[in-house]
């Protein structure tokens, strides 16, 4: 990866292959700029804003948020953070075809109204069983503080397993489950996930992208080490 230039990284991923946790390991190491749509849909939904009301039992049921309102809503961060940010993460966008198309018709004007931008997309294909996704979404409990948000498991053998129980550790708030984070809504997701997976890739094969696919069945820490092996990050982390 060519940190000379102006990265986009995007992670693909079913519910629950750790996109958010590895978008946060990298943003805080790299001090680079990351955004979950799915974070900002659920802080809708807290702060009951008329969006958030439109979209509860969409998320609750496991569906997706019409294209049209993610399309703009990334759109108008993405035109912000690429002033400022050498690499954005994008984490839960593009996750339709339509979505993909849309990205793809962003960067092509970005570059046209901005010369100087030097683009390079990098998708992080993220694999792992469905199986272990399913265990891993129906022990989830995340921090309900909107400022933290770190992800824990109920499941005594993980590693994200609090300290203190249904209490955050970074935080002292209460940990919660997600509404989405139940057996039917997560069948749902999985099943649309596998549904545009190769849609949304196929969108991007032609262009200059790069591709990295990502073996997430493994520990939180050797995941992050073969991730940034693979970004070719690991000798520059010192540097950095
Ligand atoms: P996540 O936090 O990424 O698992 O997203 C939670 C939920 O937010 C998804 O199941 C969708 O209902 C909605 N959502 C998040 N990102 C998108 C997107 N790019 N397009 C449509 N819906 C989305």
Redesign the pocket.
């Known amino acids: 990866m060519d940190l000379n230039k102006n990265n986009i990284i995007i992670f693909l991923g079913s519910?629950g292959s750790g996109?958010?946790t590895l978008s946060k390991l990298l943003v805080n190491k790299f001090r680079w700029s990351q955004f979950?749509?799915?974070?900002l849909?659920?802080e809708h939904i807290t702060n009951k804003t008329d969006l958030g009301k439109k979209?509860d039992f969409?998320?609750k049921s496991?569906?997706?948020?019409?294209?049209t309102i993610?399309i703009e809503i990334?759109k108008n961060w993405l035109l912000k953070e690429l002033k400022n940010k050498s690499v954005v993460i994008l984490?839960?966008?593009?996750?339709?075809e339509n979505?993909a198309l849309a990205l793809n018709n962003m960067l092509n004007s970005f570059c046209l109204n901005e010369p100087k931008l030097n683009l390079d997309l990098i998708i992080i294909k993220l694999e792992v069983d469905d199986k272990v996704v399913i265990s891993r979404l129906l022990n989830r409990v995340i921090c309900e503080n909107v400022q933290c948000k770190a992800i824990y498991s109920l499941n005594k053998e993980s590693e994200l397993f609090p300290v203190k129980e249904g209490i955050c550790s970074l935080c002292s708030a209460r940990l919660i489950k997600?509404s989405?984070d139940e057996l039917n809504?997560i069948v749902d997701?999985l099943k649309?996930y596998h549904q545009y997976e190769h849609k949304i890739i196929d969108v991007f094969k032609n262009s200059d992208v790069e591709i990295i696919n990502l073996n997430v069945d493994k520990s939180i820490k050797i995941r992050y080490e073969d991730l940034l092996t693979k970004l070719d990050l690991k000798d520059k982390c010192k540097h950095l």
Do not use: A
């Not at 496991?62 to 294209?67: A, F, T, Y």
């Not at 984490?91 to 339709?96: A, C, N, V």
């Open positions: 519910p996109k958010g979950s749509t799915g974070d849909l659920r979209i969409i998320i496991g569906k997706l948020i019409s294209d993610i990334v984490d839960g966008f593009p996750r339709t979505q997600r989405d809504s997701r649309i």
